[in-house]
């Protein structure tokens, strides 16, 4: 199973992030309430995801907006109308971060290398979600797109 390598700091998250290089690659998407699927997600809720893959490294810089504080968020495979499986967890905490903070940046380090390979070749293919106490199922989601 991957590691999470993050430390988090009231208002904001300092962590080393793998920068896309020759072999690594970037996709992103915008999260909102009303792309959870089977929903509902939380309708005011807004964030985005920026993710870095690189080798075995999948790093992240996720922010999030009007949402209770995040208990977990996690890369799903599955096209915009399902909800799949977790493959690429970035954090849980079930306490849930503090209510302050509005994003969070970090590294997986060790996943399977023809996951990361999928994910660059696929994105759309792939979801980020962030789920919350009060939006278990997911709180905002956003289908991942090459950048």
Do not use: W
């Not at 208002?11 to 996709?27: K, L």
């Not at 993710?51 to 999030?64: I, K, T």
């Amino acid at each position: 199973m991957a590691m999470l390598c993050a430390v988090i700091v009231t208002g904001a998250v300092v962590v080393g992030v793998v920068s896309a290089s020759a072999e690594g690659s970037r996709v992103s998407t915008g999260l909102t309430g009303e792309a959870e699927v089977p929903g509902p997600g939380d309708p005011d809720g807004r964030g985005r995801a920026v993710v870095s893959l690189n080798g075995r490294a999948v790093c992240f810089d996720l922010s999030f907006l009007k949402i209770g504080p995040p208990m977990a968020a996690h890369i799903h495979e599955g096209p915009p109308d399902v909800a799949g499986p977790i493959v690429v967890t970035f954090f849980m905490d079930e306490a849930g971060l503090p209510a302050e903070l509005r994003g969070v940046r970090g590294c997986v380090r060790h996943v399977d290398r023809d996951l990361v390979a999928d994910i660059k070749a696929n994105p759309n293919d792939y979801y980020v979600n962030v789920h919350n106490a009060a939006f278990p199922a997911g709180a905002i989601r956003g289908q991942l797109r090459d950048n």
